[in-house]
């Protein structure tokens, strides 16, 4: 996959404050605020820094945790996973494959049939209805 490369200054142009801070500065938006976490229609989600298609509805549960929560990605390399040892203990964070955005972090205490929980901040994605 091609990857999107672009200066600071080109992503805060193209890119709400809080989308940036999210996506570029690894920030977190706080749970149960983002406009994705209780959506239950049916469509696909992106990535909002370049469109990358990542989750799909089907895979979407709701695991309590404030941020929408899905158990798989649409593709394997859609995403990319990187040790993060920013707070006490370390965590896997999740992040675009095409243009490096920090999408939020996947934890295994997921549901079947992968056990994981997608932990994906609602600021850094887009939703589109499913196309009939």
């Given at each position: 996959?091609?990857?999107?490369?672009?200066?600071?200054?080109?992503?805060?142009?193209?890119?709400?404050?809080?989308?940036?801070?999210?996506?570029?500065?690894?920030?977190?938006?706080h749970?149960?605020?983002?406009?994705?976490?209780?959506?239950?229609?049916?469509?696909?989600?992106?990535?909002?820094?370049?469109?990358?298609p990542?989750?799909?509805?089907?895979?979407?549960?709701?695991?309590?945790?404030?941020?929408?929560?899905?158990?798989?990605?649409?593709?394997?390399?859609?995403?990319?996973?990187?040790?993060?040892?920013?707070?006490?203990?370390?965590?896997?964070?999740?992040?675009?494959?095409?243009?490096?955005?920090?999408?939020?972090?996947?934890?295994?205490?997921?549901?079947?049939?992968?056990?994981?929980?997608?932990?994906?901040?609602?600021?850094?994605?887009?939703?589109?209805?499913?196309?009939?």
């Open positions: 996959m091609e990857k999107i490369i672009k200066s600071e200054d080109e992503w805060k142009k193209e890119l709400t404050p809080e989308q940036f801070h999210v996506l570029r500065q690894k920030g977190t938006e749970a149960f605020t983002g406009i994705y976490t209780d959506n239950k229609k049916e469509g696909r989600y992106r990535c909002a820094g370049c469109g990358l990542l989750f799909s509805f089907a895979t979407k549960f709701d695991s309590g945790s404030g941020w929408p929560s899905f158990f798989q990605p649409e593709k394997e390399d859609h995403i990319e996973e990187h040790i993060d040892n920013s707070l006490s203990r370390q965590r896997t964070e999740v992040t675009c494959a095409r243009c490096g955005g920090h999408l939020g972090h996947v934890f295994e205490d997921g549901p079947a049939p992968t056990g994981l929980r997608y932990c994906i901040n609602s600021v850094s994605l887009t939703f589109s209805s499913e196309e009939k």
